[in-house]
């Protein structure tokens, strides 16, 4: 089956992220196809490369881009929601004069229409927030 | 339908607007702090056990542990792993997340 998978919460401040990891790859072990995982809101904070945890932590963003590497995965943050939040690409980067960019490996930003095609081709769309 | 509750029942009232809405036939998902809808003992205990006659109720164990109590589950609840979860959502027809 076709799942779609959206996260509206940031790493380390709720469960959200964390359960629609562990999600993600429970559907993967069975065999089901993740159409697309949608970051929106303050989840696009999953998407930072410049996260450092502490080693013997888990390292949020570093896991879902490793479930993407693994699996081609596709990752979309909102576009908006990453601009307010300073989530930049290359592109964005040239775009409005930033100093660096930080989208992590696996990740890339687009448009709410991104949200509303996963919603109309994923059998289903499970969401994950707070 | 899938509903999908994360959140306690003594702090939100998303449960509470759950059970009023779910359907016969459908299923409740308790996940993260949702899972304090699933204990023995508590307010809200009583509306749940008279609920699991219409509705299929579970809990996800993963989170019942993480919070220490997964020994205090009410009679009737289904504890489910992530792979249950999966199921729960490929066999129901919709799936809604009352966050």
């Known amino acids: 089956m076709k799942l779609g998978i959206m996260v509206n919460e940031g790493p380390y401040t709720h469960q959200a992220s964390d359960s629609a990891y562990h999600f993600t790859k429970a559907a993967l072990a069975k065999g089901h196809e993740i159409y697309r995982v949608f970051f929106y809101h303050d989840g696009v904070q999953n998407g930072t490369d410049f996260t450092t945890p502490p080693q013997d932590d888990r390292n949020v963003v570093k896991r879902w881009s490793e479930l993407a590497g693994e699996h081609g995965l596709d990752l979309v943050l909102c576009v908006a929601a990453a601009q307010r939040r300073g989530l930049v690409d290359e592109d964005e980067q040239k775009r409005h004069g930033k100093t660096g960019h930080n989208v992590a490996p696996g990740f890339r930003i687009s448009g709410l229409g991104q949200l509303i095609e996963a919603g109309i081709q994923a059998d289903r769309l499970v969401v994950f927030g707070d | ?99």
């Open chain 2, 1 to 99: 339908m899938l509903h999908i509750v994360n959140k306690s029942p003594f702090t939100a009232g998303a449960l509470q607007s759950c059970l009023r809405i779910a359907k016969a036939g459908s299923t409740i998902l308790m996940i993260e702090d949702g899972i304090y809808g699933a204990l023995d003992g508590t307010a809200v205990s009583g509306q749940i056990r008279e609920a699991l006659g219409d509705i299929t109720v579970c809990a996800l164990s993963h989170d019942l542990e993480a919070r220490g109590v997964n020994g205090k589950v009410l009679d009737g609840i289904t504890l489910v792993d992530y792979d249950g979860f999966v199921e729960l959502v490929t066999a129901n027809d919709g799936v809604q997340s009352w966050l």
